[in-house]
């Protein structure tokens, strides 16, 4: 198969779209399809590969991996090393250890299984790690493993059966994804079984290109209309929508159809011809590569522009950077220029040097004498929560054989009089709240389970194993219910995280993307939010109306300020630059407003309209 230069210009719209994503660019909703679309494009050119390779008798699984290793691994490389050596003069040691480890697992393809355990991709925490965009390589990766596989064993059947059983699979792969998403988000978008459909979907382009028959007009215009479906489905996708799913198959089916009949002369080829779109689709695979670290350790350090304009130069910079990764690293490689056995020790040193940094990271937990004493004590101040906070917190996996009565009581040695029912702030004040009440001879009971809010018949758009909140929350109502002796009802959560749904504002004003926020069970995330916020208000006033119904009196404590700054590292990257540390420090108080106008008053609205006898009041910390 000659050169295709169009897929270049493809190339280039997918790396783009990702990169300006992650820059925060607006109108760019669903930008990180693009990774969807560089899948359709990887399967497409390794299936046709090994296809001809294979008709031809000359297919070689050595040859095979060494193109791969080539391809993929000297640019991974030195991005790694490159965020190492930033990283030790930028992160602090929790940072860096975890860093390390996903360092490590990039290194052994592997990094999927790491980020789906440590992180969700969509949560804007996720935007400082240098490595979280390695996930698509080892996904890649563990494809390139077993497809070369499966078409030595179905190839002595015939191309038919090949393309048969591809298609099986790919089916097979997609239900996965589609049924498993809700329950399993991150699962379903960090691991291959959920995304093998996107990689077979090239596969099988690659098998029928050649083979499918269309007139010049109508694969000029099925190729038009590949590249609006590709462009509609980075751009036109709503927000919060299960990925990968049923929209995804908008980016995928546009690049299988350009796949298919790009190769026609048509304005969609046209376009993507066009110079800097061919220049740019060069370089996508360096691009990809820098671009996470640059925005990640600009974020660190507290550098990141929030001005178009000085977004539009960090794209720049980056696209720089890349056009020299490629230039002096992939294509030396890629071109054999150097003696092979020079080329496989410096790759062989690379991944020793990268090993020795993971282990020892994790060994000394961060590699903390980079950093002077002053800094040190400054990050003492992210374990200032209470002893038991870890202990007494629950989280969803705990939930399906739950104890509820187990649940911890702090205070006096007497039975519990007051409850405390919510997320991971309610678990942080429940030990010092029962302390309090202990000095008074009472005592707190805890109930509080990790980002969910305590309202029962409500889920958490994209969030993993959603519907133990609401199992939870059930549970924890039933008790309070059968609970006399439990005669005040604490609740309190962020409440500002889940009711609001939309961009949030950080200390700084910096806006950031957040798709996580609660709806009404049996409803979807795409309501309406004026209904959604409505449901909420319901579902809360409903329980609250329960309990003062049952002779509680409930409290309903509203969210802290949050800067959405993680204050200690914060503050530990200031002294560590040499600046002093300030006696006080606040942000605007249009900030805070911005929030939590909207949760304050909702949680007024919902205890006026269920409150039993005066029984349930607001109170605001702030």
Not at 347 to 367: D, E, N, P, Q, R
Not at 517 to 533: A, C, I, M, T, V
Request: charged share 15%.
């Amino acid at each position: 198969m000659q050169y295709r230069t169009e897929l270049d210009g493809l190339r280039a719209i997918s790396v783009m779209s990702v990169i300006l994503y992650h820059a925060g660019v607006s109108g760019i909703s669903a930008g990180y399809a693009g990774v969807d679309v560089f899948f359709v494009i990887s399967g497409f050119l390794i299936g046709g590969q090994i296809a001809r390779d294979r008709a031809n008798g000359t297919f070689s699984y050595r040859d095979f991996y060494a193109r791969r290793a080539r391809r993929i691994l000297p640019a991974l490389f030195l991005v790694i090393i490159c965020s190492i050596i930033v990283g030790w003069f930028t992160m602090v040691p929790q940072e860096f250890r975890y860093f390390g480890g996903g360092a490590i697992s990039a290194l052994l393809s592997v990094s999927n299984f790491w980020f789906w355990d440590v992180i969700d991709y969509f949560n804007p925490a996720a935007a400082r790690d240098p490595l979280v965009h390695t996930w698509s390589l080892a996904v890649e990766e563990q494809f390139y493993l077993f497809v070369p596989l499966l078409f030595g064993v179905l190839w002595r059947f015939g191309r038919k059966l090949v393309f048969v059983s591809l298609a099986a699979l790919a089916l097979a792969s997609f239900a996965t994804a589609v049924l498993t998403n809700s329950d399993s988000p991150m699962a379903a978008f960090y691991l291959l079984h959920a995304r093998a459909w996107e990689l077979l979907a090239g596969v099988l382009a690659a098998l029928l290109h050649g083979r499918v028959k269309a007139s010049g007009k109508l694969a000029a215009s099925l190729s038009n209309a590949g590249l609006i479906l590709t462009l509609a489905g980075l751009v036109l996708i709503p927000g919060n929508v299960d990925w990968p799913g049923v929209w995804t198959l908008l980016p995928v089916t546009g690049a299988v159809m350009i796949l298919l009949f790009g190769e026609t002369p048509s304005l969609s080829q046209r376009l993507l011809k066009l110079a800097p779109l061919q220049m740019i689709g060069l370089i996508s695979y360096s691009a990809y590569l820098w671009h996470q670290p640059v925005f990640s350790f600009l974020d660190i350090t507290n550098h990141l522009p929030d001005s178009k304009a000085g977004l539009a130069l960090i794209v720049a910079v980056t696209l720089a950077i890349s056009f020299l990764s490629w230039k002096f690293v992939e294509q030396p490689f890629r071109k054999r220029v150097f003696a092979p056995a020079f080329g496989r020790g410096v790759l062989l040193a690379s991944a020793c040097l990268i090993i020795v940094f993971s282990v020892g990271g994790h060994v000394t937990k961060g590699y903390p004498a980079r950093m002077p004493a002053n800094v040190h004590e400054v990050l003492l101040y992210s374990n200032s929560y209470s002893g038991s906070y870890r202990n007494c917190l629950y989280n969803r996996e705990e939930i399906a054989g739950l104890d509820i009565d187990q649940s911890c009581v702090f205070g006096a040695d007497v039975a519990p009089s007051v409850a405390i029912w919510g997320d991971s702030h309610a678990g942080a004040i429940a030990e010092p709240l029962g302390v309090a009440l202990g000095a008074v001879g009472r005592s707190l009971k805890q109930f509080a389970l990790s980002s969910c809010q305590p309202i029962p018949n409500l889920l958490n758009s994209g969030q993993s194993r959603a519907e133990r909140c609401a199992e939870f929350n059930a549970k924890v109502l039933a008790k309070l219910l059968d609970s006399p002796d439990l005669e005040t009802v604490v609740f309190f959560a962020t409440w500002d995280n889940y009711f609001r749904n939309g961009e949030r504002q950080n200390m700084f004003g910096t806006m950031e993307a957040d798709g996580f926020f609660s709806y009404p069970r049996g409803q979807g995330p795409d309501l309406p939010d004026k209904e959604r916020r409505a449901g909420i208000v319901r579902e809360l006033g409903t329980v609250v109306g329960l309990l003062t119904a049952a002779g509680k009196k409930v409290i309903l404590l509203a969210s802290l300020p949050s800067p959405d700054v993680d204050i200690p590292v914060y503050f530990a990257g200031e002294v560590w630059n040499g600046k002093p540390l300030p006696d006080r420090y606040g942000y605007p108080v249009e900030i805070f407003r911005f929030q939590a106008d909207t949760g304050r008053q909702m949680l007024a609205e919902a205890a006026r309209g269920a409150a039993h006898a005066g029984q349930a009041v607001v109170l605001d910390p702030a």
